[in-house]
């Protein structure tokens, strides 16, 4: 069993950066595709960026693009998700995911293929 580690969250004023670190409590995760999701009260948890298991393949959910990088570091077994230029729309508890057994290099999108979850951190953005 995986547990994934959420660090990172917290207050930030409008155009602020954080960034938010995931990483296995145990074990290492370097063959799993990732995934970084959130969920804002009384909505769905939606898709914000996802790296496949080599980091060679990222991708983003348009309302993120250009703002957010996702990336990992497999010898440090951790994967960051840099959010700059942050707005009050993106306050939500962001939950990291990883998809033990991938078919193949690639970033995946949809959260039924993630079978490990965090217990998320909470990014709260306003002045």
Request: with cysteine.
């Amino acid at each position: 069993q995986v547990q994934l580690v959420e660090s990172g969250g917290g207050l930030v004023q409008p155009g602020g950066s954080l960034r938010l670190s995931c990483a296995p409590s145990r074990g290492t995760f370097s063959t799993y595709a990732m995934g970084w999701f959130r969920q804002a009260p009384g909505k769905e948890r939606e898709f914000v960026a996802s790296i496949s298991w080599s980091g060679s393949s990222t991708t983003y959910a348009d309302s993120v693009k250009g703002r957010f990088i996702i990336s990992r570091d497999n010898r440090k077994n951790t994967v960051y998700l840099q959010m700059n230029s942050l707005k009050p729309e993106d306050t939500a508890a962001y939950y990291c995911a990883a998809n033990s057994n991938p078919s193949h290099d690639f970033a995946f999108r949809l959260k039924l293929v993630y079978d490990y979850w965090g217990q998320g951190t909470q990014v709260t953005v306003s002045s």
